[in-house]
């Protein structure tokens, strides 16, 4: 089913057009809410992913407790609305149900968007995680390499709080919500410290090396140029 064709797609397309002011909420595993004001989409929360208020307080956190510039919290705010219509549009809900009010969500942030603006991003982010879905999923589990400790290696300040995180096992969903990060971009950075043996996705099996202790085994690859073209 593509996103276009996701009946929560539909009702968002009906409800612009309408130019109605309120919040549509979804029932199911994926379940969450996506508030509108006159036609265009405010702020989106889902159950899987880490909502706008998380995403702020852990940034204080990492950041000394420091002020979260308006700037910083306006990106928090529509990537926290995209990550969530990620999930949102991703499967169909048990039900639809949506409800007018004079005004627009409270902690609304990002910005008025289309909804055509929400598909087109949702459709991209889908193609590149169908991409990683051979190796990695948001809900698959990984553990740090075993070889790390032999190796010195230089990572980035996302990729140290990662392999921080891992003294057991967890999938790339319980590590944004921990880090108060999107979904979306922390399952593209764990598949990126797959492919470069940082860690290893449970159950997947072993790499064999070579005399030259390089990995026999060909390296997880993905159309990065051709996921954002689409």
Same mark, same amino acid.
């Given at each position: 089913?593509?996103?276009?064709?996701?009946?929560?797609?539909?009702?968002?397309?009906?409800?612009?057009?309408?130019?109605?002011?309120?919040?549509?909420?979804?029932?199911?595993?994926?379940?969450?809410?996506?508030? #509108?004001?006159?036609?265009?989409?405010?702020?989106?929360?889902?159950?899987?992913?880490? %909502?706008?208020?998380?995403? *702020?307080?852990?940034?204080?956190?990492?950041?000394?407790?420091?002020?979260?510039?308006?700037?910083?919290?306006?990106?928090?705010?529509?990537?926290?609305?995209?990550?969530?219509? *990620?999930?949102?549009?991703?499967?169909?809900?048990?039900?639809?149900?949506?409800?007018?009010?004079?005004?627009?969500?409270?902690?609304?942030?990002?910005?008025?968007? /289309?909804?055509?603006?929400?598909?087109?991003?949702?459709?991209?982010?889908?193609?590149?995680?169908?991409? #990683? /879905?051979?190796?990695?999923?948001?809900?698959?589990?990984?553990?740090?390499?075993?070889?790390?400790?032999?190796?010195?290696?230089?990572? %980035?300040?996302?990729?140290?709080?990662?392999?921080?995180?891992?003294?057991?096992?967890?999938?790339?969903? *319980?590590?944004?919500?921990?880090?108060?990060?999107?979904?979306?971009?922390?399952?593209?950075?764990?598949?990126?410290?797959?492919?470069?043996?940082?860690?290893?996705?449970?159950?997947?099996?072993?790499?064999?090396?070579?005399?030259?202790?390089?990995?026999?085994?060909?390296?997880?690859?993905? /159309?990065?140029?051709?996921?954002?073209?689409?």
């Amino acid at each position: 089913m593509t996103v276009l064709r996701n009946p929560v797609a539909v009702r968002l397309g009906k409800l612009a057009d309408a130019g109605k002011t309120g919040a549509l909420f979804l029932s199911g595993e994926s379940g969450g809410v996506i508030h #509108l004001e006159k036609g265009e989409i405010v702020h989106a929360e889902s159950r899987g992913t880490p %909502s706008l208020r998380t995403r *702020t307080e852990r940034s204080k956190e990492l950041a000394g407790h420091k002020t979260v510039s308006s700037f910083e919290r306006r990106w928090m705010a529509w990537e926290a609305t995209m990550d969530a219509g *990620t999930e949102l549009l991703s499967v169909k809900p048990r039900y639809v149900r949506f409800r007018e009010a004079k005004n627009g969500a409270a902690e609304a942030g990002a910005g008025g968007m /289309s909804v055509d603006e929400l598909v087109t991003e949702v459709s991209r982010r889908h193609e590149l995680l169908r991409q #990683l /879905s051979a190796v990695l999923a948001p809900d698959t589990p990984v553990v740090r390499s075993p070889r790390l400790k032999a190796r010195v290696i230089r990572v %980035s300040d996302i990729q140290w709080a990662i392999l921080m995180r891992l003294d057991d096992p967890a999938p790339p969903r *319980t590590l944004a919500q921990e880090l108060g990060q999107s979904l979306f971009s922390t399952t593209i950075e764990v598949f990126r410290m797959v492919a470069m043996d940082l860690v290893s996705v449970v159950g997947a099996p072993a790499r064999p090396d070579d005399e030259t202790g390089e990995s026999n085994r060909r390296k997880p690859a993905i /159309s990065f140029i051709r996921a954002l073209a689409g």
